[in-house]
């Protein structure tokens, strides 16, 4: 890459979404000399408050888009479901890092099932649902328990249901047809992981530990970093996930969630082509963490480091719950605590996070990680 390929000191990223992720893009951007101007429709967002300039208006406003393109060196995302109507009044007009491609793959979980077994990355067997009677014969090939999700906007659980009996499977088709659906075998894993990679403009990728999360009420509660996986599964999450960022032709940084089987292999289950919550930890336990990476990225700017010089656990401040942690989280000498500015501490939103470092090996060292599991 040639110097002139990166955006010089000054200039201005555009961030469509104002949520945490952007917010914590913005406050990154800002150590390295760029400005950030937030996309998003709520005011007062929690990435307006950190950033220069701000656009209030929806996804499907094109003439503010058009203008907003006019005002930016580069245009991100800090959420996947971007309409792709919103990308075509950017295209052509700015450069949009992630493209378009990589954000089609990830708002459709059968294009992105497909995508991940071409890119060399397992998973569970699976089949498309139009009708009830598809769904019968899905089942019939892939057997029960079994998942039946919508292909698309779902998160955090939602959009899904798992099929115990075949009595299951009227009821579920009901709730969520006329989406369109997907059924995948139930997988019985033993955690859940995930991995972040970066991919440069350069080419160059980069990725971090694995972790493993466990979720409360569908959310994700905990991360820990590393995951206690054997040096395999370690090893071969880590290529999983910079496999898709090379087929993706990514610019920008993505997350892989995968199950990790009893016997230690993995199977792939969702991407995300942005910062993600299980990769919070970086912030703090890395020289170089995802956020920065993002921007590095996306400005054009070599990859940062992605040692890790702490095990960490990472906790999310979700709602009342969170709210009422954070005097003693943020009074601890051992945690680095992330407030995002969000209003109302309303249940089920995410507010902030805490990140509690500890010395490196601890955690592979501890019978059960649960011991952290407070914090
Ligand atoms: P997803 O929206 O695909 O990330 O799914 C949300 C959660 O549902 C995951 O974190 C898993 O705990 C569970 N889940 C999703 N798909 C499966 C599956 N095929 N087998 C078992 N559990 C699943």
Redesign the pocket.
Known sequence: MTPSEALPLGATIGILGGGQLGRMSAMAAARLGYRCHIYAPEADSPAMQVSAAATIAGYEDVAALQRFAAEVDVVTYEFENVPAATLAALAGRVPCRPGPRALAICQDRIAEKQFLAEAGVPV?PWRAVHSLAELTAALAEIGLPA?L?TTRL??D?RG?AVLRTAGDAAEAFARLSPKPLIL????P?TA?ISAIAARGLDGAVASYDAVENR?RH?ILDLSFAPARLPAAAALAARENVARVAVALELVGIVAL?MFLLGDGSLLG??IAPRPHNSGHWTMDACACGQFEQHIRAVAGLPLGPVTRHADAVMRNLVGPEGLAAWPALVARTDVVAHWYGKGEAKPGRKLGHANRLLALGTLAALDDVSACDGL
Do not use: T
């Open positions: 569970a998942v999700k779902g998160y659980g899904q995948e075998a139930f997988v894993f859940e979720h569908h969630e289950n969702e």
